[in-house]
């Protein structure tokens, strides 16, 4: 049924020249600080949703699932890969609601989605994989999640033109998102090493260079190493003007 609804979703927003915008990056690379920008234009074209992260901090026991995943990952980060595969599916069908609603769809409406199902395999997984963190059974199922919902959803976008799902990469270096992560000293975070956000930049960078040479995404690149008014500078001109 969710497929379903997504493709019946995909086939009317293509019709109204709707965009779907996957910002991504590292973490505390500035996807947030984007999004709260785009929010405070209070401009009905523009609908941003952000990562779950409530969610994942406080499930329906009280459990954080997300510092589980930081302190065990030895125990919990199957789980953890899972929830949030689900997380991001949960967005997509948040965008067919509200692309569904006569009052504020309109032609040429973007929505910002915070990351997405394709960097949760192709970065955050993968590194999993690679750390020894996911056994091999434990990724071969969720590879088979992920390529089964890469067929339901983004493979028509590989043959269209005119591009449905575009991916915004804020490109910042590993020291700068581990210092903002001291800074902000979130609970869920305290167990976030430098080198841990080496090994997922370097998977953005492998991933997104990737799809530069396939050209299956338009992508768009944003200086997160900049000053928050260079950012939201690089933003206006993108989106903007």
Wanted: aromatic share 14%; proline share 1%.
């Amino acid at each position: 049924m969710f497929f379903k609804s997504v493709s019946k979703m995909l086939s009317h927003v293509q019709k109204s020249k709707v965009t779907i915008n996957l910002i991504e990056g590292n973490i505390a690379s500035g996807k947030s600080t984007i999004l709260d920008h785009i929010s405070s234009k209070d401009n009905k074209k523009f609908q941003c949703l952000q990562e779950p992260i409530s969610e994942w901090t406080n499930m329906r026991d009280g459990t954080d699932l997300l510092r589980l995943f930081y302190e065990e990952k030895d125990k919990w980060t199957f789980a953890f890969e899972n929830f949030v595969l689900l997380s991001r599916l949960k967005s997509l069908y948040q965008v067919e609601k509200i692309s569904q609603n006569e009052l504020i769809t309109s032609k040429n409406q973007s929505f910002f989605l915070e990351r997405s199902i394709l960097s949760s395999f192709n970065v955050f997984a993968l590194n999993s994989f690679e750390e020894n963190k996911l056994n091999q059974i434990e990724y071969d199922i969720l590879n088979e999640f992920y390529n089964f919902y890469y067929e339901s959803i983004f493979r028509n976008q590989e043959k269209n033109k005119n591009k449905l799902f575009k991916i915004i990469y804020i490109r910042t270096n590993p020291e700068i998102c581990f210092e903002r992560i001291r800074k902000r000293n979130r609970e869920s975070e305290n167990h976030i090493t430098l080198d841990y956000l080496i090994k997922i930049n370097d998977k953005y960078e492998n991933w997104i260079n990737r799809i530069l040479t396939d050209k299956s995404f338009h992508v768009e690149i944003v200086d997160g190493n900049s000053s928050l008014e260079c950012v939201i500078l690089q933003i206006e001109q993108l989106f903007f003007q």
